[in-house]
């Protein structure tokens, strides 16, 4: 009875926070980590849009009135703009952040982009509550793959990074 629980402990916030996944289409990115999202709703044929933090990463900054530019912000913002604007995803959401921002996962096809973003080095591993054991590993590995290449933030200098 007590693995039952424990294991239930673990597993809630899973079941409590992530909702029915739908797709969605990707209309902008702010940076790696942040996504405006159109929502096609089926009330009166109404256009919804909503901002999305990815789980798991964090890419460096874009400048901003809330904060500064840091290195390879802008170049890894283009990039996923350049790769996932206008595509269909796959969105589930697990809440919302101190922002207002939809804390979310979104998939292009087969292609997690939090997964993305930590593999390629664009981004410092989150560790999401939200997410199963399982999944967090995934995305641990995933940085760590990028760290031991040395690409994307992991070539900078240490002083460069925010997670250092």
Not at 36 to 57: E, P, S
Request: glycine share 8%.
């Amino acid at each position: 009875m007590r693995k039952f629980l424990f294991l239930l402990a673990i597993m809630m916030p899973v079941f409590v926070f992530a909702q029915v996944p739908r797709m969605v289409e990707i209309r902008g990115v702010h940076d790696g980590d942040s996504y405006l999202i159109k929502l096609d709703t089926a009330k009166n044929d109404t256009l919804l849009y909503i901002r999305v933090r990815l789980l798991g990463c964090d890419a460096p900054e874009v400048w901003s009135p809330y904060s500064v530019e840091e290195p390879l912000g802008r170049a890894i913002g283009d990039t996923m703009r350049m790769l996932f604007r206008g595509q269909k995803a796959l969105l589930i959401e697990y809440g919302i952040d101190k922002y207002g921002r939809t804390l979310g996962k979104l998939y292009v096809g087969d292609i997690d982009l939090s997964h993305l973003i930590l593999r390629s080095g664009w981004g410092t591993y989150l560790s999401p509550k939200q997410l199963p054991l399982s999944e967090r590993r995934r995305y641990q590995t995933a940085r760590d793959y990028a760290k031991r290449k040395a690409i994307g933030i992991w070539a900078l200098p240490k002083t460069d990074r925010k997670n250092k």
